[in-house]
T-cell receptor, first 115, second 113 residues
């Protein structure tokens, strides 16, 4: 079965640079979530989209922005990168219309290293 | 996560059963989850339980839910080396959307030969 696809899997940037992460949800999933997981920490919710509209916002810095496109894929844009942005960034998808509306499926994550 | 608590480490012998415990905070949580994270990998949904259930069994996995004590446990029977990972307990409080999911700090399971 198709899973959540994230790219790139690994990314190395320098401070003050910009990075873009992409997420392709499971087909027919209408909701996408972004999480940030620092070293040794649990995932923290950043932002979510439902039907291409922002549905919820968590601890996302102002330097970050995200959007969901017409094909339901989502991109997380991070600017003015700081060392503390080094983390594993997860995308997850779910379907609010499906039988198991509580299920959240995660991608493998994109590991961002800021030097 | 500060509201979902788990012990940080668990070490078991290969072939034994592993029991990972979790306490959560919101008695109205509808969904309670167990995720597995292998080194450098993503979060894999292992199993979940609805709040109106006491137990759920899926092959080697057994989830027990004690709503009175807000206690959730994951039992892995016949633990194998491939079970080495961090296991996250998670809840979605009340009738919130999945964006409100709260993770525990994770329990690192290591297997002794």
């Amino acid at each position: 079965a198709a899973g959540v696809i994230q790219s790139p899997r690994h990314l190395i940037k320098e401070k003050r640079e910009t990075a873009t992460l992409k997420c392709y949800p499971i087909p027919r999933h209408d909701t996408v979530y972004w999480y940030q997981q620092g070293p040794g920490q649990d995932p923290q919710f950043l932002i979510s989209f439902y039907e291409k509209m922002q549905s919820d916002k968590g601890s996302i810095p102002d330097r970050f922005s995200a959007q969901q496109f017409s094909d339901y894929h989502s991109e997380l844009n991070m600017s003015s990168l700081e060392l503390g942005d080094s983390a594993l960034y997860f995308c997850a998808s779910s379907s609010l219309a499906g039988p198991n509306t509580g299920e959240l499926f995660f991608g493998e994550g994109s590991r961002l290293t800021v030097l | 996560g500060e509201d979902v608590e788990q012990s940080l480490f668990l070490s078991v012998r290969e072939g034994d059963s592993s029991v990972i415990n979790c306490t959560y905070t919101d008695s109205s949580s509808t969904y309670l989850y167990w995720y597995k994270q292998e080194p450098g990998a993503g979060l894999q949904l292992l199993t979940y339980i609805f709040s109106n259930m006491d137990m759920k069994q899926d092959q080697r996995l057994t989830v027990l839910l004690n709503k009175k004590d807000k206690h959730l446990s994951l039992r892995i029977a016949d633990t194998q080396t491939g079970d080495s990972a961090i296991y996250f307990c998670a809840e979605i409080p009340g009738y919130s959307s999945a964006s409100k999911i709260i993770f525990g700090s994770g329990t690192r399971l290591s297997i002794r030969p």
